[in-house]
Protein backbone atom coordinates (compact mmCIF):
# COMPACT_ATOMS: atom_id res chain seq x y z
CA UNK A 1 0.00 0.00 0.00
CA UNK A 2 1.49 3.09 -0.96
CA UNK A 3 2.00 5.64 1.97
CA UNK A 4 0.28 8.95 2.19
CA UNK A 5 1.81 11.94 3.24
CA UNK A 6 0.63 12.75 6.69
CA UNK A 7 -2.14 15.72 6.64
CA UNK A 8 -1.04 18.75 8.71
CA UNK A 9 -2.91 19.12 12.22
CA UNK A 10 -6.41 18.91 11.39
CA UNK A 11 -7.80 22.14 12.36
CA UNK A 12 -11.20 21.30 12.65
CA UNK A 13 -13.52 24.58 11.09
CA UNK A 14 -16.89 25.58 13.25
CA UNK A 15 -17.69 28.49 11.33
CA UNK A 16 -20.85 26.52 9.68
CA UNK A 17 -22.34 25.37 13.16
CA UNK A 18 -25.79 25.94 13.85
CA UNK A 19 -27.92 24.01 15.91
CA UNK A 20 -25.48 20.84 17.37
CA UNK A 21 -27.78 20.07 19.91
CA UNK A 22 -29.76 16.94 17.64
CA UNK A 23 -26.26 15.52 16.81
CA UNK A 24 -23.65 17.04 14.28
CA UNK A 25 -21.60 15.80 11.49
CA UNK A 26 -17.61 16.27 10.29
CA UNK A 27 -17.16 16.35 6.62
CA UNK A 28 -14.06 17.54 4.71
CA UNK A 29 -13.12 19.11 8.60
CA UNK A 30 -16.45 21.21 8.68
CA UNK A 31 -19.01 20.51 11.73
CA UNK A 32 -22.00 20.71 10.70
CA UNK A 33 -25.73 20.15 11.69
CA UNK A 34 -26.75 16.75 11.79
CA UNK A 35 -29.22 17.61 9.09
CA UNK A 36 -26.59 18.85 6.51
CA UNK A 37 -23.69 16.51 7.05
CA UNK A 38 -23.86 14.69 3.35
CA UNK A 39 -21.31 12.83 1.48
CA UNK A 40 -20.76 12.59 -2.50
CA UNK A 41 -23.09 10.12 -4.44
CA UNK A 42 -20.06 8.82 -5.84
CA UNK A 43 -18.40 8.21 -3.00
CA UNK A 44 -17.98 4.10 -2.73
CA UNK A 45 -18.78 3.94 0.71
CA UNK A 46 -22.30 4.44 -0.59
CA UNK A 47 -22.60 2.73 -4.22
CA UNK A 48 -20.47 -0.46 -3.23
CA UNK A 49 -20.95 -0.66 0.92
CA UNK A 50 -17.04 -0.08 0.80
CA UNK A 51 -16.76 1.06 4.36
CA UNK A 52 -15.75 0.24 7.98
CA UNK A 53 -16.84 1.82 10.48
CA UNK A 54 -16.66 2.11 14.40
CA UNK A 55 -19.20 3.43 16.98
CA UNK A 56 -18.42 4.42 20.45
CA UNK A 57 -20.49 5.89 23.07
CA UNK A 58 -20.32 8.79 25.42
CA UNK A 59 -22.30 8.81 28.67
CA UNK A 60 -22.05 11.39 31.42
CA UNK A 61 -19.64 13.62 29.78
CA UNK A 62 -17.37 10.24 29.39
CA UNK A 63 -16.14 8.44 25.96
CA UNK A 64 -16.34 4.49 27.11
CA UNK A 65 -13.39 2.65 25.96
CA UNK A 66 -12.38 5.09 23.48
CA UNK A 67 -8.85 3.24 23.11
CA UNK A 68 -10.74 -0.11 22.07
CA UNK A 69 -12.91 1.42 19.40
CA UNK A 70 -9.84 3.68 17.73
CA UNK A 71 -7.83 0.91 17.93
CA UNK A 72 -10.77 -1.67 16.24
CA UNK A 73 -11.26 0.93 13.99
CA UNK A 74 -7.51 1.32 12.73
CA UNK A 75 -7.47 -2.69 12.19
CA UNK A 76 -10.61 -2.69 10.32
CA UNK A 77 -9.27 0.17 7.96
CA UNK A 78 -6.25 -1.92 7.32
CA UNK A 79 -8.03 -5.13 6.94
CA UNK A 80 -10.03 -3.70 3.84
CA UNK A 81 -6.57 -1.67 2.74
CA UNK A 82 -8.75 1.68 3.61
CA UNK A 83 -6.15 4.53 4.27
CA UNK A 84 -5.95 8.26 5.75
CA UNK A 85 -3.86 10.73 6.94
CA UNK A 86 -4.93 10.53 10.57
CA UNK A 87 -3.84 8.21 13.45
CA UNK A 88 -5.83 7.22 16.21
CA UNK A 89 -4.46 10.39 18.10
CA UNK A 90 -5.34 12.38 15.33
CA UNK A 91 -8.96 10.73 15.33
CA UNK A 92 -9.50 11.29 18.84
CA UNK A 93 -9.17 14.74 18.66
CA UNK A 94 -11.78 15.05 16.03
CA UNK A 95 -14.10 13.10 17.85
CA UNK A 96 -13.66 15.10 21.15
CA UNK A 97 -13.99 18.26 19.34
CA UNK A 98 -17.31 17.17 17.32
CA UNK A 99 -18.71 15.99 21.12
CA UNK A 100 -17.56 19.06 22.45
CA UNK A 101 -19.74 21.40 19.61
CA UNK A 102 -22.83 19.29 20.15
CA UNK A 103 -22.58 19.64 24.10
CA UNK A 104 -24.46 16.27 24.59
CA UNK A 105 -23.46 14.43 27.36
CA UNK A 106 -25.08 10.65 26.15
CA UNK A 107 -23.84 10.53 22.57
CA UNK A 108 -23.64 7.92 20.04
CA UNK A 109 -20.16 8.78 17.86
CA UNK A 110 -19.71 6.92 14.66
CA UNK A 111 -16.23 7.27 12.76
CA UNK A 112 -16.24 6.01 9.22
CA UNK A 113 -13.82 5.35 6.83
CA UNK A 114 -14.94 5.26 3.36
CA UNK A 115 -13.30 4.28 -0.22
CA UNK A 116 -14.13 7.19 -1.81
CA UNK A 117 -14.69 8.42 -5.16
CA UNK A 118 -12.30 7.30 -7.99
CA UNK A 119 -10.11 9.88 -8.87
CA UNK A 120 -11.08 11.35 -12.73
CA UNK A 121 -10.00 9.34 -15.35
CA UNK A 122 -8.62 6.84 -13.38
CA UNK A 123 -9.76 2.94 -13.78
CA UNK A 124 -12.93 1.94 -11.80
CA UNK A 125 -10.65 0.02 -9.33
CA UNK A 126 -10.56 0.62 -5.39
CA UNK A 127 -6.74 1.20 -5.11
CA UNK A 128 -7.84 4.42 -7.77
CA UNK A 129 -9.98 6.14 -4.74
CA UNK A 130 -9.03 8.40 -2.20
CA UNK A 131 -10.30 7.04 0.93
CA UNK A 132 -12.32 9.56 3.32
CA UNK A 133 -13.31 10.37 7.29
CA UNK A 134 -16.73 10.90 8.23
CA UNK A 135 -17.83 11.09 11.47
CA UNK A 136 -21.21 12.18 13.11
CA UNK A 137 -22.64 12.00 16.35
CA UNK A 138 -26.10 11.70 17.75
CA UNK A 139 -27.72 11.81 21.34
CA UNK A 140 -27.50 8.32 22.45
CA UNK A 141 -28.88 5.51 20.55
CA UNK A 142 -30.40 2.30 22.42
CA UNK A 143 -31.15 -0.13 19.57
CA UNK A 144 -33.35 -1.73 22.25
CA UNK A 145 -35.74 1.01 24.36
CA UNK A 146 -35.30 0.54 28.24
CA UNK A 147 -38.54 -0.75 28.62
CA UNK A 148 -37.70 -3.77 26.09
CA UNK A 149 -34.64 -4.26 28.52
CA UNK A 150 -36.32 -4.43 31.56
CA UNK A 151 -38.82 -7.40 30.83
CA UNK A 152 -36.15 -8.76 28.64
CA UNK A 153 -36.39 -8.72 24.83
CA UNK A 154 -38.25 -11.01 22.48
CA UNK A 155 -36.18 -12.80 19.67
CA UNK A 156 -36.54 -15.68 16.75
CA UNK A 157 -33.66 -17.21 14.95
CA UNK A 158 -34.15 -15.92 11.53
CA UNK A 159 -34.37 -18.30 8.76
CA UNK A 160 -32.00 -15.65 6.84
CA UNK A 161 -27.86 -16.83 7.54
CA UNK A 162 -25.48 -14.69 8.37
CA UNK A 163 -23.49 -13.76 5.11
CA UNK A 164 -20.38 -16.15 5.56
CA UNK A 165 -17.44 -15.05 7.19
CA UNK A 166 -15.37 -15.99 4.31
CA UNK A 167 -16.83 -13.58 1.99
CA UNK A 168 -17.42 -10.73 4.15
CA UNK A 169 -15.44 -10.57 7.64
CA UNK A 170 -17.32 -9.91 10.23
CA UNK A 171 -14.75 -9.01 12.64
CA UNK A 172 -13.99 -5.76 10.67
CA UNK A 173 -17.27 -3.28 11.18
CA UNK A 174 -19.18 -3.17 7.95
CA UNK A 175 -22.17 -2.15 6.00
CA UNK A 176 -23.09 -5.59 4.11
CA UNK A 177 -26.34 -5.40 5.75
CA UNK A 178 -28.66 -7.33 3.79
CA UNK A 179 -28.64 -10.39 5.64
CA UNK A 180 -29.31 -8.40 8.93
CA UNK A 181 -31.56 -6.17 7.93
CA UNK A 182 -33.48 -9.10 6.17
CA UNK A 183 -33.67 -10.70 9.82
CA UNK A 184 -34.62 -7.15 11.39
CA UNK A 185 -38.06 -7.77 8.81
CA UNK A 186 -38.73 -11.28 9.94
CA UNK A 187 -38.60 -10.20 13.72
CA UNK A 188 -41.24 -7.89 13.05
CA UNK A 189 -43.61 -9.72 10.92
CA UNK A 190 -43.35 -12.75 13.86
CA UNK A 191 -44.47 -9.91 16.19
CA UNK A 192 -40.71 -10.09 17.89
CA UNK A 193 -38.31 -7.61 18.90
CA UNK A 194 -35.20 -8.97 17.53
CA UNK A 195 -33.26 -11.46 15.30
CA UNK A 196 -30.62 -14.37 16.12
CA UNK A 197 -29.01 -15.60 13.30
CA UNK A 198 -27.12 -18.50 12.18
CA UNK A 199 -24.16 -19.05 10.12
CA UNK A 200 -26.59 -21.75 8.25
CA UNK A 201 -25.29 -24.83 9.54
CA UNK A 202 -26.48 -24.44 13.30
CA UNK A 203 -24.43 -22.49 14.62
CA UNK A 204 -25.34 -19.06 16.62
CA UNK A 205 -23.15 -15.95 15.13
CA UNK A 206 -24.73 -12.50 16.30
CA UNK A 207 -27.93 -10.15 15.51
CA UNK A 208 -28.41 -6.66 13.63
CA UNK A 209 -26.35 -4.61 16.08
CA UNK A 210 -25.22 -6.77 18.67
CA UNK A 211 -23.52 -9.84 20.56
CA UNK A 212 -25.24 -13.20 21.99
CA UNK A 213 -24.74 -14.77 25.12
CA UNK A 214 -26.14 -18.10 25.89
CA UNK A 215 -25.94 -18.90 30.36
CA UNK A 216 -25.76 -22.59 29.89
CA UNK A 217 -25.40 -24.30 33.30
CA UNK A 218 -23.79 -21.27 34.76
CA UNK A 219 -21.58 -20.37 32.70
CA UNK A 220 -21.94 -17.82 30.14
CA UNK A 221 -21.12 -18.21 26.54
CA UNK A 222 -20.66 -16.60 22.84
CA UNK A 223 -19.93 -17.18 19.01
CA UNK A 224 -16.44 -17.64 18.59
CA UNK A 225 -17.12 -17.29 14.76
CA UNK A 226 -19.23 -15.47 12.31
CA UNK A 227 -19.75 -12.15 14.73
CA UNK A 228 -17.67 -9.77 15.47
CA UNK A 229 -15.57 -9.21 18.36
CA UNK A 230 -17.57 -6.63 20.43
CA UNK A 231 -16.13 -4.34 22.70
CA UNK A 232 -19.02 -4.58 24.60
CA UNK A 233 -19.11 -8.39 24.84
CA UNK A 234 -15.02 -7.71 26.38
CA UNK A 235 -16.78 -5.80 29.13
CA UNK A 236 -19.23 -8.47 29.71
CA UNK A 237 -16.07 -11.04 30.06
CA UNK A 238 -14.72 -8.64 32.34
CA UNK A 239 -17.83 -8.38 34.63
CA UNK A 240 -17.81 -12.00 34.83
CA UNK A 241 -14.72 -12.00 35.92
CA UNK A 242 -15.16 -9.89 38.69
CA UNK A 243 -18.55 -11.44 39.73
CA UNK A 244 -17.01 -15.14 39.68
CA UNK A 245 -19.15 -16.05 36.81
CA UNK A 246 -17.18 -18.27 34.02
CA UNK A 247 -17.22 -17.76 30.61
CA UNK A 248 -16.02 -19.22 27.28
CA UNK A 249 -16.25 -18.18 23.73
CA UNK A 250 -16.75 -21.44 21.46
CA UNK A 251 -19.15 -22.27 19.17
CA UNK A 252 -22.39 -22.43 20.12
CA UNK A 253 -25.45 -24.52 18.53
CA UNK A 254 -28.76 -23.59 18.48
CA UNK A 255 -29.87 -26.68 20.09
CA UNK A 256 -28.46 -25.82 23.20
CA UNK A 257 -30.15 -23.10 23.85
CA UNK A 258 -32.96 -25.04 24.70
CA UNK A 259 -31.03 -25.76 27.56
CA UNK A 260 -30.27 -22.53 28.50
CA UNK A 261 -30.63 -20.56 31.43
CA UNK A 262 -30.61 -17.23 30.41
CA UNK A 263 -30.19 -15.31 26.89
CA UNK A 264 -28.18 -12.15 26.93
CA UNK A 265 -27.33 -9.06 23.92
CA UNK A 266 -24.84 -6.30 24.17
CA UNK A 267 -24.18 -3.63 22.09
CA UNK A 268 -22.30 0.06 22.67
CA UNK A 269 -25.84 1.50 21.67
CA UNK A 270 -27.54 -0.10 24.20
CA UNK A 271 -25.07 -2.01 26.84
CA UNK A 272 -25.91 -5.29 28.32
CA UNK A 273 -29.46 -6.06 27.14
CA UNK A 274 -31.56 -9.23 28.43
CA UNK A 275 -33.56 -11.29 26.40
CA UNK A 276 -36.67 -13.12 27.66
CA UNK A 277 -38.16 -15.27 24.70
CA UNK A 278 -36.73 -16.56 21.70
CA UNK A 279 -39.39 -18.54 19.50
CA UNK A 280 -41.67 -18.14 21.94
CA UNK A 281 -39.64 -20.10 24.55
CA UNK A 282 -40.03 -18.10 27.83
CA UNK A 283 -36.29 -17.76 29.35
CA UNK A 284 -36.70 -16.91 33.59
CA UNK A 285 -39.82 -16.62 34.37
CA UNK A 286 -40.27 -14.48 30.94
CA UNK A 287 -37.83 -11.58 32.98
CA UNK A 288 -34.23 -11.16 33.14
CA UNK A 289 -32.54 -13.72 34.45
CA UNK A 290 -30.07 -13.20 37.56
CA UNK A 291 -26.78 -13.27 35.72
CA UNK A 292 -28.11 -11.46 32.84
CA UNK A 293 -29.93 -8.38 35.39
CA UNK A 294 -26.99 -8.29 37.52
CA UNK A 295 -24.50 -7.87 34.29
CA UNK A 296 -26.86 -5.32 33.28
CA UNK A 297 -26.89 -3.08 36.63
CA UNK A 298 -23.02 -3.25 36.76
CA UNK A 299 -22.44 -2.57 33.44
CA UNK A 300 -24.06 0.46 33.88
CA UNK A 301 -23.31 1.12 37.44
CA UNK A 302 -19.86 1.05 36.78
CA UNK A 303 -19.67 3.78 33.85
CA UNK A 304 -21.08 5.80 37.17
CA UNK A 305 -17.73 5.17 38.67
CA UNK A 306 -15.83 6.59 35.42
CA UNK A 307 -15.31 2.57 34.22
CA UNK A 308 -13.08 2.92 30.92
CA UNK A 309 -13.96 6.99 31.05
CA UNK A 310 -12.00 9.23 29.10
CA UNK A 311 -13.82 12.98 30.46
CA UNK A 312 -14.50 15.22 28.03
CA UNK A 313 -13.41 19.04 28.39
CA UNK A 314 -16.71 20.95 27.45
CA UNK A 315 -16.15 24.35 27.17
C1 LIG B 1 -23.09 -6.77 13.69
C2 LIG B 1 -22.70 -6.30 15.05
N1 LIG B 1 -22.34 -7.21 15.99
C3 LIG B 1 -22.00 -6.83 17.24
C4 LIG B 1 -22.00 -5.50 17.62
C5 LIG B 1 -21.63 -5.11 19.02
O1 LIG B 1 -20.34 -4.53 19.04
P1 LIG B 1 -19.91 -3.45 20.12
O2 LIG B 1 -20.18 -4.07 21.46
O3 LIG B 1 -18.46 -3.26 19.88
O4 LIG B 1 -20.72 -2.24 19.90
C6 LIG B 1 -22.34 -4.53 16.67
C7 LIG B 1 -22.34 -3.11 17.03
O5 LIG B 1 -22.76 -2.25 16.30
C8 LIG B 1 -22.68 -4.94 15.36
O6 LIG B 1 -23.02 -4.04 14.42
Redesign the pocket.
Known sequence: MVARAKAPEPATDRSKEGDLSKGAGLIDGKIVPIADAKLPITDWGFLRSDVTYD?AHVWKGSFFRLDDHLARFQASMKGLRLSIPMDSSDIRRELMNLVRATGLRDAYVSMICTRGSVKPGMPRHPKNCVNRFYSYVLPFVWVMPEDMQARGAHAIMAKTPRIAPESVD?TI?NFHWGD?TRAMFEASDAGADIAFLTDGHGHLT?G????IFAIIDGTVVSPDRG??E????KSVFELCDEIGVPYQIRPLHVSELEGADELLT????GGVMPVSRLDGRIYGNDRPGPISAKLRQRYWQKHEEGWHATPIQYD
Open positions: VPKLEPGFNALGITRATTA
